[in-house]
């Protein structure tokens, strides 16, 4: 069974800046992609950012330039370092993985989620 625990949300004013963690665990052999996707209230989820094995990384129109994801393979963690943050990034933010597991099964997991407000 592999989890995803997030870490990282609350209230922070407009301009201002979070770092996102999600820590992954379980019977993992590799995993192949991490990201992050967000869901405001009424609205469909929507993708945030994405960072493959090799490093190479992927980001939403609305969010380029001003998010940075990253990962710490050795600590199976991924983060969301968000600067520049506006109301309209209100949202639960998800952390996804994707990736096989120690009796080569595949997997793609969610974490329960992290709140993230942006307001004055």
């Known amino acids: 069974q592999v989890q995803l625990v997030e870490s990282g949300g609350g209230l922070v004013q407009p301009g201002g800046s979070l770092r996102l963690s999600c820590v992954i665990s379980?019977?993992?052999?590799?995993?192949?992609?991490m990201g992050w996707y967000r869901q405001a209230p009424g609205k469909q989820r929507e993708f945030v950012a994405t960072c493959s094995s090799n490093g190479s990384s992927d980001y939403a129109g609305s969010v380029k330039g001003r998010f940075t994801i990253s990962r710490d393979n050795a600590k199976n963690t991924v983060y969301l370092q968000m600067n520049s943050l506006k109301p309209e990034d209100t949202a639960v933010y998800y952390c996804?993985?994707?990736?096989?597991?120690?009796?080569?099964?595949?997997?793609?997991?969610w974490g329960q989620g992290t709140q993230v407000t942006v307001s004055s």
């Open positions: 379980g019977s993992i052999s590799s995993i192949y992609a």
């Open positions: 996804n993985a994707r990736g096989a597991t120690m009796d080569s099964s595949f997997f793609a997991s």
